[in-house]
Every structure is written in structure tokens, then in C-alpha cells.
């Protein structure tokens, strides 16, 4: 069975800090990798895909992946209150397949 | 562009009921998928189509769901005899053919009282 797993949190960072977070997955085979936002009660909202092992930098956002490790991270640099929200990490196999997502990871940014 | 449109942006309704809750992907995406969250969960799959065919339906949890795309555009959602334990938000996502980044539609929440 497919497994993305998540820590809960919430993760407390202060304003300013480098916020952390961290997504592992069971199937060996996933190609693909996304990270989610999702403020409350409001639908997920892309930030980043990555799909080669390394580092992906989009403005204060990088995305990590260890294919080896099974290992996917999202850091977060200069940390906003707006930051804010629920962080959903999802993976899915080769092609349009159905994304299967963890838990998601609450970060609170306090200022 | 316009985004992922889903109607409506929320149903109440009462246990044993019918209700269809309907999808308008972006234009131009072959792939539709329909997810369901529960709070304090992440969104589970429920049915994906790649133009008018359900290309996996392994997600829906009874034969009491059901989800049609007729013209491989526009698709609806079906739950027949609703339960309480339906009560969740219900997620469509679309993805076009050149890449299999899924982009979301603002939900709608389902209330079954």
C-alpha cells in the first residue's frame, strides 16, 4: 500500500526563521513529488514539484528530494506569517496518476 | 485562465439522500480526479478519468458513489442513500496531457445531517 507520511506538527518557527519540513513515502517507484498549501478551509494550492534527486529553489521555497532515502523536504527561508498554513506533501507514479498525499504538516509562523 | 470551478461550494443535506456535486476542469485537461478530505486529513483519491472513461475507480469506497464525465470536459460527482460518515469536502483536481501537475478546484463541502 502507498504511504506518505508526514509529521503533524504544528511546527512553531519564529518570524524571519527557516522553517523545515519533512515527507517520507513507501513506494520506490513514485516519479513524482509535489508539495501543497492549503490555508484553512480553502482548497491546495501547488508550490513546488520536483521530480529528480537534489534541490529545487523557487524564490524562498526549495524542495529536496533522496529518491535513496525515500525522502522529500520543503524549506522555507525567511518565514512569513502568511506562511501559515497546513503543508501537504504528495507523490504519485509515472504518468497522470492519482496523487496519494500525507497527513499534512501545520506551520505556525509567529511574528 | 480560468481555474478548476466546482459547484456547489457547499450541500447540506439529510442521511439517505441523493446528491451530485459537479466539476469544471480547466480548459484543455484530459485527466480529472476527484479527492475527498476529511478534517485534520490529507485529501484521499476516489476516481480518476483521462477524457469521457473512469481510467481507475479504486478509490471509491461503495457502490454507493459513482462520478460520470459524459463529454470528457464537465464531470459529476454521484452519492446516492448519503451517510453521515460522507461528510467530508469533496476535492476535484485537473492535469493536462503534456504534464501531470494537478491543480485544484475550491471544493465543495458536504454536510449530512
Known amino acids: 500500500q502507498k504511504e506518505v507520511e508526514q509529521n503533524s506538527g504544528p511546527l512553531s518557527v519564529p518570524e524571519g526563521a527557516i522553517a523545515s519540513l519533512n515527507c517520507t513515502y513507501s513506494?520506490?517507484?513514485?516519479?513524482?513529488f509535489f508539495w501543497y498549501r492549503q490555508y484553512s478551509g480553502k482548497s491546495p494550492e501547488l508550490i513546488m514539484s520536483?521530480?529528480?534527486?537534489g534541490d529545487k529553489e523557487d524564490g524562498r521555497f526549495t524542495a529536496q528530494l533522496n529518491k535513496a532515502s525515500q525522502y522529500v523536504s520543503l524549506l522555507i527561508r525567511d518565514s512569513q506569517p502568511s506562511d501559515s498554513a497546513t503543508y501537504l506533501c504528495?507523490?504519485?507514479?509515472?504518468?497522470?496518476?492519482?496523487?496519494?498525499f500525507g497527513k499534512g504538516t501545520r506551520l505556525s509562523v509567529i511574528a | 485562465g480560468a481555474g478548476v470551478s466546482q459547484t456547489p461550494s457547499n450541500k447540506v443535506t439529510e442521511k439517505g439522500k441523493y446528491v451530485e456535486l459537479r466539476c469544471d476542469p480547466i480548459?484543455?485537461?484530459?485527466?480529472l480526479y476527484w479527492y475527498r478530505q476529511s478534517l485534520g486529513q490529507g485529501p484521499e483519491f476516489l476516481i480518476y478519468?483521462?477524457?469521457?472513461?473512469?481510467?481507475?475507480d479504486s478509490g471509491l469506497p461503495n457502490d454507493r458513489f459513482f462520478a460520470v464525465r459524459p463529454e470528457g470536459s464537465v464531470s459529476t460527482l454521484k452519492i446516492q442513500r448519503t451517510e453521515r460518515g460522507d461528510s467530508a469536502v469533496y476535492l476535484c483536481?485537473?492535469?493536462?496531457?503534456?504534464?501531470?501537475?494537478?491543480?485544484f478546484g475550491p471544493g465543495t463541502r458536504l454536510t449530512v445531517l
Open positions: 483536481a485537473s492535469s493536462s496531457d503534456r504534464a501531470d501537475t494537478q491543480y
Open positions: 513506494d520506490r517507484v513514485s516519479q513524482s
Open positions: 520536483i521530480y529528480s534527486n
Open positions: 504528495a507523490v504519485n507514479l509515472p504518468g497522470n496518476t492519482p496523487l496519494v
Open positions: 480548459s484543455g485537461h484530459t485527466a
Open positions: 478519468f483521462q477524457g469521457t472513461g473512469a481510467a481507475d
